[in-house]
């Protein structure tokens, strides 16, 4: 299922490896909110949380040790610069695993094109998606999890974050940190509604233009 780009390739069709066969339609396109992808998929804010309470640590025993609230200040600064440090480390990661990453809806299928140092091309037709879960954020971005059928397996580290977080028996393929989510979601829906609706269709018409045997 993964297909993966050189890295000369120019894609004829943003996000996709190349030109949608006839008939197939994108009906949205999008990448991860990078401020969101960070908070989620890289727990910055767990990080920021733990250099902060290592600060406020370090900082309440050198005030109780020298009875000196400069002191204790002093003392947290190289806590707080690291944190800053770890903290502008993984939004950059964010933002370039955001520019990097493209989602594709269309008709007939999902495409993620992911991957930074690695570029690699996941096609998930809907005749293929079992289901797919909605993980919806008060801000209003989301994660789509899709659960695929079938015997194809992903590599977690390889798609990784663009995975069902810690679902890795099977991978699970995800659309993480969406705007938007609930109405890409909905769109998703309906598009893979349409198109399974259409294969049974052909499917049965084709069953009847076989000959009697």
């Given at each position: 299922m993964p297909e993966t780009l050189d890295d000369f390739h120019v894609e004829p069709v943003r996000g996709l490896p190349e030109r949608p066969p006839e008939g197939e339609r994108i009906l949205w396109q999008g990448a991860p909110n990078a401020w969101a992808l960070a908070r989620e998929a890289l727990s910055l804010c767990w990080v920021a949380g733990y250099f902060g309470l290592l600060a406020a640590w370090r900082g309440g025993v050198i005030w109780e040790r020298s009875n000196s609230a400069a002191l204790g200040l002093k003392a947290t600064v190289p806590y707080l610069v690291m944190g800053l440090v770890a903290c502008a480390v993984l939004a950059?990661?964010?933002?370039?695993?955001?520019?990097?990453?493209?989602?594709?809806?269309?008709?007939?299928?999902?495409?993620?094109?992911?991957?930074?140092?690695?570029?690699?091309?996941?096609?998930?037709?809907?005749?293929?998606?079992?289901?797919?879960?909605?993980?919806?954020?008060?801000?209003?971005?989301?994660?789509?999890?899709?659960?695929?059928?079938?015997?194809?397996?992903?590599?977690?580290?390889?798609?990784?974050?663009?995975?069902?977080?810690?679902?890795?028996?099977?991978?699970?393929?995800?659309?993480?940190?969406?705007?938007?989510?609930?109405?890409?979601?909905?769109?998703?829906?309906?598009?893979?509604?349409?198109?399974?609706?259409e294969r049974a269709q052909t499917v049965e018409i084709r069953a009847l233009e076989m000959p009697a045997e």
């Open positions: 950059l990661i964010a933002l370039v695993l955001a520019r990097t990453t493209v989602y594709t809806i269309t008709n007939r299928r999902v495409a993620m094109r992911i991957g930074a140092a690695l570029t690699v091309t996941l096609n998930v037709p809907y005749t293929m998606l079992a289901s797919a879960d909605l993980s919806l954020r008060r801000d209003g971005t989301g994660t789509i999890a899709l659960d695929l059928m079938g015997s194809t397996r992903l590599s977690y580290l390889i798609c990784w974050p663009h995975v069902r977080p810690w679902r890795m028996s099977p991978t699970q393929p995800a659309l993480r940190a969406i705007p938007d989510a609930k109405a890409i979601a909905d769109l998703m829906a309906r598009a893979a509604r349409t198109r399974v609706e």
